[in-house]
């Protein structure tokens, strides 16, 4: 079938407008939301807890809080600022942390994560996690990361030497598969155990400070901040 000059360009212009619709209407749906706070097994959370090796609170508090998180992960610096600092203020809880570095999106989030191991030598991981996590970074690199481990008070010659071990590239990536194995897919992704012994899964800052303030896990009008909560990492 032929088409003269004119019904071609009408056909054209209507497919034009049909794809414009399309794009429109992919552009301006909603993110999808977090997932939503679910259950967990006894078992799936011994395994996230099993062997951890950054703790901190009081190792007999009744409850006990799990952290999967990326240091360049703009949603962790946002739960670090706001929620986990009240941590324990409401109650005592035990809280653990384990890297979850997104590497293709986060090119920072590996090194960050194996410079955190190499202050832990040094017996400083909690001040160097807090550090790479300061709210008032602009920018995380190498630079950054420089600036943070001597301001934690860290020996810098023996802190580069052990940044080239690769033994402590492959303990973040054991942290790693270990999330895969229970499911995390995002950042940050906490699984807490209350002090009845029920194990919960929450994602983001906001299902977190939600789920310490049912659990009274939080100071009365416990920190969830005044900003809307950014997305969740990866994917």
Known sequence: MKFSGETKLLLALALFAALGAGFLVLTSRPPAPPAPERDVTQAAFDAVLKNAAHTRGPADAPAVLVEFADFECPACRRAHATVLKELGKGAPVRFVYRHFPFEGQHPMALPAAVAS?????????????????????????????????????????????DRE?????????????????????????????????????????????????????LPPGGASGSRPEAPPGPP
Not at 140 to 160: N, Q, S, T, Y
Not at 185 to 194: A, E, G, I, N, Y
């Open 117 to 161: 191991e190499a202050a832990a030598r040094q017996g400083k991981f909690w001040e160097m996690y807090d550090a790479l996590f300061d709210g008032e970074r602009t920018k995380l690199d190498e630079a950054f990361i420089e600036r943070a481990a001597r301001k934690v008070g860290l020996d810098m010659a023996r802190f580069r030497k």
């Open 165 to 217: 071990d690769p033994t402590l590239a492959a303990a973040v990536r054991a942290d790693q598969r270990l999330g895969t194995e229970q499911g995390v897919d995002q950042t940050p992704t906490f699984f807490l155990r209350d002090a009845e012994g029920k194990v919960s899964q929450v994602v983001g800052r906001d299902a977190l400070s939600r789920l310490l303030a049912e659990k009274k896990l």
